[in-house]
């Protein structure tokens, strides 16, 4: 099977946002440690919003200067240990400021289907050429933002024009509509990869698109039980790495605590220890693909740890792939 590593790289868009160097930098290093020790690629989705407003303010305020400088040198050298690093698209960040002390987040508009069709042609088309631009390499993969791409066909003539051939947003019968959010995988093909058109759940064989969808897995309410519980009882390796809050997710807590969630496969916090039932569970339906999802800073020790193990406990039997190795 081909595993895929994905990492989420960008900060927290609660108050506070976080630093760069505990959301970022420091877990982001901690990830090409391992794979340096594993031989394991990694892709990274990099917040390419987040991208253009250092560029607009690393010249008024010495702290985004600072910011700037770290942030892009670390992609640099992501690509030149041969990570890939591809285009991900929170569009908020079109309405966030810089006080010089802080980012100021403001999230009414979070996901593409909020903004005009002139506006989403030009977001897509100036982030993709900011990150190729920081990279070096073309970009033809691409996550959305809280996982929110529907409905697809606002954005399919501007993906296809730009070169963007394959999406990894949908987790299969994921669904969460409240608060800013908006995405429903429900009726998702029962399969480890498709190509699709106009709807990014809806196969289509002639298609321009495919989609590696995010691994799911249906969790229950004692696991997040354990998961929150573990997170105050013993914080020194269950507490995130990032220091920073996310947004608001009306009822969601109460949801996986109640009745339990499916969600996707994650790399993050405690999350990490189903990866093998998970991966094992694929395998049984014939998948060829697993795609893992992760966030820098929703790292903590124990995921670290954990995530090693689940490498070179799997590299021998199963490929860890990057997106920009499979050419399509």
């Avoid at 020790?37 to 985004?64: C, H, N, S, W």
């Avoid at 989403?120 to 190729?132: A, N, Q």
């Avoid at 002639?206 to 914080?235: A, D, Q």
């Amino acid at each position: 099977m081909q595993i895929f590593l994905t990492y989420d790289y960008e900060l927290f868009f609660g108050e506070p946002t976080g630093t760069a160097e505990k959301c970022i930098i420091q877990p982001t290093n901690q990830l090409r440690e391992i794979a340096q020790r594993t031989g394991a690629k990694m892709v990274f989705f990099i917040d390419t919003g987040y991208l253009k407003k250092l560029i607009e303010y690393k010249d008024q305020f010495p702290k985004v200067k600072s910011e700037h400088e770290a942030v892009f040198n670390q992609i640099k050298t992501l690509v030149s240990e041969g990570h890939d690093c591809q285009l991900h698209i929170h569009p908020h960040w079109e309405d966030c400021t810089h006080n010089g002390n802080e980012w100021i987040m403001k999230t009414d508009r979070y996901k593409l289907d909020d903004f005009s069709d002139e506006d989403i042609v030009r977001i897509v088309k100036e982030y993709k050429s900011i990150l190729e631009n920081t990279t070096g390499k073309k970009v033809s993969s691409y996550r959305a933002g809280g996982w929110c791409l529907q409905p697809f066909n606002r954005v399919q003539k501007v993906f296809k024009e730009v070169g963007i051939t394959l999406d990894s947003t949908v987790f299969p019968d994921g669904k969460f509509t409240a608060g800013n959010y908006y995405y429903d995988f429900t009726n998702s093909p029962a399969k480890s990869k498709w190509k699709f058109s106009s709807d990014l759940i809806e196969e289509d064989a002639n298609g321009n698109f495919w989609e590696y969808p995010i691994s799911n897995y249906k969790y229950s309410p004692l696991f997040f039980w354990r998961l929150f519980i573990l997170g105050r009882l013993k914080p020194s390796q269950h507490k995130p790495i990032g220091d920073g809050y996310p947004m608001s997710s009306p009822g969601l807590r109460k949801k996986m605590l109640t009745k339990g969630m499916n969600l996707s496969a994650s790399a993050d916090g405690y999350f990490v220890t189903k990866l093998n039932t998970v991966l094992k569970s694929n395998a049984k339906k014939g998948f060829e693909e697993m795609v893992i999802i992760g966030h820098p800073k929703a790292n903590t020790l124990f995921a670290l740890k954990q995530l090693e193990k689940f490498i070179n406990a799997n590299k021998s039997a199963h490929q860890f792939k990057t997106f920009a190795d499979l050419n399509l």
